[in-house]
């Protein structure tokens, strides 16, 4: 008996001419998602947003930075030419790479808040000929270093160059490998696009005739660099004008070894009273006449001078490194620095070193309710030492040749204040209307000399401070940045690659997948 076996199936044929379709078809495919790729990559290049996934926001604007950005009326142009493959400006090829790494990010970041804000980073070894048009364009002359410049309308052209000191803190451990101690490009780049843009010039007037510090030939170095920020310095002769004139912003009065008059000491008064701010830099023995002034707003310049214990950095023969208690100085150059005053905040989270020699203290001189007084550098001292690390040594001028150290009966330890800040109201607070004046008191006047303002943190001290009595207050820096492990795209860059070079392929060989099962079944 037969058994009916089944028809075998019969084999799929294609002819030769649906085969070339079915592998026409297929390239048309693979071009088709190769195109498509290529255009989300452009557009994500040209117009891509980034966001901030951490929890400190470490890659995001600050608040003020915002403020800043969103308050603009005109285009903003930023150029970078910074050469980061060799060293420059005190940092090494690393350190340079690294400023060009992290501004790179800063203006990712501004470019994704505004669209009024240009930006463009050159290479200086590729495009030679950009930098000639930005050398006839706009007078470059100088290499590493980041321009920022507006054009009003009548086609006139306000910039300002920043160095790369400017953008970052040169590392003071070379043998620990540091590339830079500090990132400070967002402040640097926000205050340089509110300079350019501001519709006005501060005036700040040293006064003279009293033996003052002389700003031209002593203090050019911040003289020069606050010209570079829409700041005009003059000087004036309050024994002749007998009034301070309304345009000042901020008067300056450096030291001296003449007392000013009552009618000077009315005229400063008057400028206060009106809204205008003071910089007053005292010195040990100096009698200003300015005092009663000085009180009324609540501050007091203590008599004597203030002694700092000297720590000197030893290191045994077995190799032990340590510091050493040394004798009494006055000098000092490790203060703590208030951290919430808009004068010292950046300068403490920084940790700076601001050096003074030869000072005084200041006080509050009252409790008035309408002046807000705030010790911006104070001596340092460990509650723990049974012998005071800072005193005021109240009578220096006559015991100067008898006793140097210790502390005496009508001395004052330490920890005190040596620079304080006052806003004080002529008026109820609340008031909007109601005058303001800002004075900052420092006891020492040589901190402004060229000699001392060389010190970045002296620099930076003076700075902020000028900034403050001028009402720009110091834009904020991000917030530090966080102990856990982050995504860090110079770390991870074999990772960036290996993704990129398999993207492609990968993404093609399972289209392909797809449309052989699909076309199969």
């Excluded at 919430?340 to 050096?355: C, D, F, G, P, Q």
């Amino acid at each position: 008996m037969e058994l009916n076996r089944p028809a075998a199936a019969s084999e799929p044929s294609f002819s030769e001419g649906r085969e070339w379709r079915m592998f026409a078809h297929i390239v048309a495919q693979i071009f088709l998602a190769f195109a498509l790729f290529m255009g989300v990559w452009r557009l994500s290049d040209a117009h891509g947003k980034r966001y901030d996934l951490t929890t400190e926001k470490i890659h995001s604007l600050s608040d003020k930075s915002r403020e800043v950005l969103d308050g603009l009326d005109r285009t903003i142009e930023i150029y970078s030419l910074i050469d980061r493959t060799k060293p420059a400006g005190g940092f090494t090829n690393d350190g340079v790479a690294e400023i060009h790494s992290r501004l790179d990010q800063l203006l990712w970041q501004i470019r994704d808040h505004t669209d009024r804000v240009q930006c463009e980073i050159i290479d200086v070894h590729r495009q030679p000929q950009r930098i000639q048009e930005l050398q006839k364009d706009l007078g470059v002359r100088e290499e590493n270093l980041v321009l920022v410049l507006t054009r009003d309308e009548g086609g006139q052209i306000h910039q300002k160059s920043l160095s790369l000191r400017d953008l970052a803190l040169a590392p003071t451990d070379w043998w620990s490998g540091q590339k830079i101690a500090g990132f400070k490009g967002e402040e640097a780049v926000i205050q340089a696009i509110r300079t350019v843009t501001a519709g006005e010039v501060i005036r700040i007037c040293f006064t003279t005739g009293h033996g003052e510090l002389d700003a031209a030939e002593k203090a050019g170095l911040i003289k020069a660099y606050l010209e570079n920020e829409a700041y005009v310095f003059d000087t004036i002769d309050l024994r002749q004008e007998r009034e301070v004139p309304a345009d000042v912003r901020v008067l300056v009065v450096a030291g001296g070894d003449t007392s000013f008059e009552e009618a000077e000491a009315e005229a400063v008064r008057d400028h206060l009273k009106r809204g205008g701010s003071l910089l007053f830099l005292s010195e040990p023995g100096w009698k200003s006449g300015l005092e009663d002034v000085i009180d009324e707003v609540g501050i007091e310049v203590k008599k004597g001078i203030v002694m700092c214990e000297e720590r000197l950095f030893v290191q045994s023969q077995s190799g032990a490194q340590g510091l050493m208690r040394g004798g009494y100085v006055s000098s000092l150059m490790t203060p703590v620095l208030d951290p919430a005053h808009a004068v010292t905040s950046k300068l403490a989270e920084r940790r700076s070193r601001i050096e003074l020699q030869f000072f005084c203290s200041v006080g509050r001189s009252n409790d008035d309710p309408t002046g807000e007084y705030t010790g911006l550098v104070t001596t340092f001292d460990d509650p723990e030492t049974e012998e005071p690390e800072s005193w005021v040594w109240t009578n220096w001028e006559s015991e100067r040749d008898g006793r140097k150290t210790g502390l005496g009966p009508d001395d004052k330890a330490g920890p005190v204040d040596v620079a304080a800040a006052v806003t004080k109201y002529f008026g109820d607070p609340k008031v909007p209307a109601t005058p303001r004046a800002r004075v900052v008191a420092v006891g020492d006047v040589s901190f402004l000399e060229d000699e001392l303002i060389k010190n970045v943190a002296n620099r930076e001290f003076a700075y902020a401070t000028l900034l403050w009595l001028a009402g720009r207050d110091p834009i904020t820096l991000p917030p530090p940045e966080p102990k856990e492990w982050k995504f860090d795209p110079q770390k991870e860059q074999f990772l960036v690659r290996l993704v990129h070079l398999l993207s492609l392929p990968l993404g093609v060989f399972f289209l392909g997948v797809i449309v052989w099962i699909w076309r199969r079944y």
